[in-house]
């Protein structure tokens, strides 16, 4: 199945310079993905001069196969961070998340970037009584690392015969 990304976007690769000739930079990037561009765009912000490689399409393969949704929430995860590693650790995954959603949403107002950017509820939703409980110590994990979730009966999207949800929040400073 090919993501919405990949059938929709405009071929950059036709409107980037070939690299045919030496060209100077202070650092060359190989690989035009979310990863590479982001490089890219942060070295060049510190006056470095970049240039980036890529021999496919630019963010083409796995950055364009994403869902495009940037979010802390990742499925049932927290309570498994906290119980294999520890609550600190499940904090600063959290915490570098919410600063990943920062970022970019700074990015987008700065270079004043046209998109459809907007914050959203997250779901992770179960059509299993023997799921409830997971949610709802997921939701434990959460508030135990100072982030934002809720234990909701009904959400607001058509999804059909689901029991419960876990629901982390946008955050309220937005």
Same mark, same amino acid.
């Given at each position: 199945?090919?993501?919405?990304? +990949?059938? +929709?976007? !405009?071929?950059? /690769? #036709?409107?980037?310079?070939?690299?045919? &000739? +030496? #060209? &100077?930079?202070?650092?060359?990037?190989?690989?035009?993905?979310? %990863?590479?561009?982001s +490089?890219?765009? $942060? /070295?060049? !912000?510190?006056?470095? !001069? =970049?240039?980036v490689?890529?021999?496919?399409?630019?963010?083409?393969? @796995? %950055?364009?196969?994403?869902?495009?949704?940037?979010?802390?929430?990742?499925?049932?995860?927290?309570? $498994?961070?906290?119980?294999?590693?520890?609550?600190?650790?499940?904090?600063? $995954? $959290?915490?570098?998340?919410?600063?990943?959603? &920062?970022?970019?949403?700074?990015?987008? #107002?700065?270079?004043?970037?046209?998109?459809?950017?907007?914050?959203?509820?997250?779901?992770?939703? @179960?059509?299993?009584?023997?799921?409830?409980n997971?949610?709802?110590? &997921? =939701?434990?994990?959460?508030? #135990?690392?100072?982030?934002?979730?809720?234990?909701?009966?009904?959400?607001?999207? *058509?999804?059909?015969?689901?029991?419960?949800?876990?629901?982390?929040?946008? *955050?309220?400073? =937005?």
């Open positions: 199945m090919e993501s919405l990304w +990949t059938k +929709t976007q !405009k071929n950059i /690769l #036709e409107e980037s310079k070939r690299l045919n &000739e +030496t #060209e &100077e930079c202070d650092v060359c990037i190989i690989g035009a993905g979310i %990863t590479g561009i +490089t890219a765009y $942060y /070295l060049s !912000k510190a006056g470095k !001069k =970049v240039i490689l890529e021999r496919d399409k630019i963010a083409y393969k @796995t %950055t364009g196969n994403t869902t495009a949704k940037i979010t802390s929430q990742h499925g049932l995860f927290y309570k $498994y961070l906290i119980d294999n590693f520890s609550k600190e650790y499940a904090e600063k $995954y $959290y915490n570098a998340n919410q600063e990943a959603i &920062e970022n970019i949403s700074k990015i987008i #107002e700065e270079e004043n970037i046209k998109c459809d950017f907007e914050r959203q509820d997250a779901y992770v939703f @179960t059509r299993s009584e023997e799921e409830i997971k949610i709802k110590d &997921e =939701v434990q994990a959460v508030k #135990e690392i100072n982030g934002e979730a809720e234990f909701v009966e009904n959400i607001e999207i *058509p999804v059909k015969n689901i029991l419960r949800s876990n629901k982390i929040s946008k *955050p309220s400073n =937005v």
